[in-house]
């Protein structure tokens, strides 16, 4: 096992600087060790494949998140990881490049597309949490996603508070969608591993996969241009 000093961090990874330091961290330990039990076939590459400017933004949206939830200091885990976790649905989904004339936001768009590319996201999320020391039991995780309900707000009204800041973000680093996708996932993970004393990794793991779906098969409201 290999120990990662982080200067003057606390629980939370506050720092932009030593967020990235700990991203990095854990892809060099996947592609060191290629943590089995997430991704039979394809053996860690999802995480590994991500580039510098993937995980830089993955830190942001993080925080960029944090920041929008943010009430008095703290924030509700269970949003912040269930929209971010909606939000690389989202980015999925226009990967895909639908046509959406006369399709109203909001409205559920089934795809081929989401079914062959939305467990993409999943395996970056538990290859990350298991990189992390997450562990995770297979029984508790089908017993959280039997029970899970999803979010009480809308996607549009999650999309609404995110889609400014995390847009920014992504032109900010020269993403495309799919890019930003993976980012917005790779965040999520960190996001489940960080608010563990608040919420249970089992049920942050429900949410986030719930999320993806959703994101990943739900047309987005298009942004007034700046």
């Not at 020391?133 to 549009?156: C, H, I, N, P, W």
Request: proline share 5%; charged share 20%.
């Amino acid at each position: 096992m290999e120990l990662v000093s982080l200067p003057q961090e606390d629980h939370w990874l506050s720092h932009g600087a030593t967020r990235e330091q700990m991203l990095q961290a854990i892809v060099t330990f996947l592609e060191r060790n290629d943590p089995p039990g997430w991704s039979p076939t394809n053996d860690g590459d999802d995480v590994t494949s991500l580039n510098q400017a993937q995980l830089q933004a993955a830190s942001e949206f993080g925080t960029a998140a944090m920041k929008a939830f943010d009430q008095d200091g703290t924030f509700p885990a269970e949003i912040v990881i269930g929209s971010v976790a909606r939000m690389a649905g989202s980015f999925l989904f226009r990967s895909f490049g639908l046509p959406l004339t006369g399709i109203q936001p909001g409205s559920v768009v089934l795809s081929e597309q989401a079914n062959q590319q939305g467990p993409r996201l999943v395996q970056i999320l538990g290859g990350v949490l298991e990189s992390m020391g997450v562990k995770l039991d297979s029984s508790k995780l089908s017993a959280s996603q039997r029970t899970m309900k999803g979010q009480r707000e809308s996607f549009l009204e999650t999309q609404e508070v995110l889609e400014m800041r995390f847009a920014a973000i992504r032109a900010k680093y020269g993403l495309s969608d799919g890019e930003a996708a993976d980012s917005a996932a790779l965040a999520t993970a960190v996001l489940i591993k960080n608010c563990a004393s608040l919420l249970d990794p089992h049920v942050g793991f429900g949410l986030a996969v719930y999320g993806f779906i959703e994101g990943a098969k739900t047309a987005p409201a298009v942004p007034d241009p700046a």
